[in-house]
């Protein structure tokens, strides 16, 4: 079984070429990683490009080593100026880095932020629908390792995000609005948070967050369609004996805190 292939992507308006590898079988929608074969891309879009394989691999090793061997030949048939290639390929040309290269870049990139144009141009080239698709299509039916999700954890730990502007609080508004939440993502969210309970502080932190013009709903009203909404989905519903006694309890919790604040 062939784990990976070589491949050659045609600029069809010059005749340029890029060589490039990628896993799994030949995907003909798919021409280069290399930043200036990127950057074509999101300035003329896919269709002035060809792709084909070149060549397969068995092994990752094998890969590396035949991407070299092709860019160093067609360097020296074609010449340097008629490759889009800017690496010498193997791993140099997008492999998997050290930890010290890792922590080279990021001490490099400390403290610098990308400019209005370049974040621009990097949500136009995510939210291309092709990309879109081929994320998707990626990450369908991959459950991350409990190892991965507590290296998540420990990284956004202590991160605070905010104090959002209202233009930013706007946009995440309208992108919130007539997404509609599927009941089996709702039941994973119920299983989720059964048993879990805030400690007195965190009910303390999230009763101020949400008052006065921190409220989301502070300064608006809900629409007589939403009103409307709201009282259909609670028609005939009662709240249990324990559920009301809980209720009780809090407001009684939530006046002491008043008094005290």
Known sequence: MNYGYVYETIDKRNGMLYIGRNKGEFDSEYFGSGLIIQNILNKHGSDIFISKPIDWAKSREELNSMEK??????????????????????????????????????????????????????????????????????????????????????TLTGRKLGPHTEEHKEKIRQGNMNKEVSSETREKIRLSRIGKKASEETKIKQSFSSRGSKNSMFGRRHTKETIEKQRKASTGKHHSKATRLKMSISHLKKEKVDENS
């Open 69 to 154: 061997a092709y860019i160093s030949a067609y360097r020296i048939v074609y010449g340097k100026e008629s490759l889009y290639n800017i690496s010498n390929g193997g791993e140099c040309g997008g492999g998997v880095r050290s930890k010290e290269t890792c922590i080279k870049i990021s001490r490099a990139l400390l403290g610098k932020s990308k400019s209005k144009i370049a974040r621009l141009n990097m949500k136009i080239a995510h939210n291309k629908p092709e990309v879109l698709i081929k994320h998707k299509k990626a990450s369908t039916g991959r459950v991350c390792k409990k190892e991965t999700r507590d290296k998540i954890s420990f």
